[in-house]
């Protein structure tokens, strides 16, 4: 029954990277927007980057030229690549689907999708 399935994270050190995948069904992949949030511990969930059927990008400030979100059509996945890791980024990472008012300015929101996630942890 799940329609969006995360893989990938772990344990992994300051300044390093790691690539997270999301499996979405062929039909909420070709019409929605797709994208990652996070929880870290003793946080509120945050939206952390988003991907539009056309190729678009948004992301959330701070992580913003560390983070790369993109799509791989055929294979009706998103991935987040995470470098130059923070420990401040340890959270688990949930892939949603995104929607909106402006993609441009935000804010972001998730449809109610919500799988178990993946755990990234940075430390040392």
């Known amino acids: 029954q799940e329609q969006l399935v995360e893989s990938g994270g772990g344990l992994v050190q300051p300044g390093g990277s790691v690539r997270l995948s999301c499996t979405a069904s062929a039909t909420i992949f070709s019409i929605n927007t797709l994208g990652w949030f996070r929880q870290a511990p003793g946080e509120e969930r945050e939206f952390v980057a988003g991907?539009?059927?056309?190729?678009?990008?948004?992301?959330?400030?701070?992580?913003?030229?560390?983070?790369?979100?993109?799509?791989?059509?055929?294979?009706?996945?998103?991935?987040?690549?995470?470098?130059?890791?923070?420990?401040?980024?340890?959270?688990?990472?949930?892939c949603n689907v995104v929607y909106y008012s402006d993609f441009v300015r935000g804010p972001y929101y998730a449809r109610n999708y919500w799988g178990k996630g993946s755990l990234v942890t940075v430390s040392s």
Not at 67 to 91: C, G, H, P, Q, W
């Open 51 to 94: 991907i539009t059927s056309a190729g678009m990008t948004a992301y959330e400030d701070s992580v913003k030229g560390r983070f790369t979100i993109s799509r791989d059509n055929a294979k009706n996945t998103v991935y987040l690549e995470m470098n130059s890791l923070k420990t401040d980024d340890t959270a688990v990472y949930y």
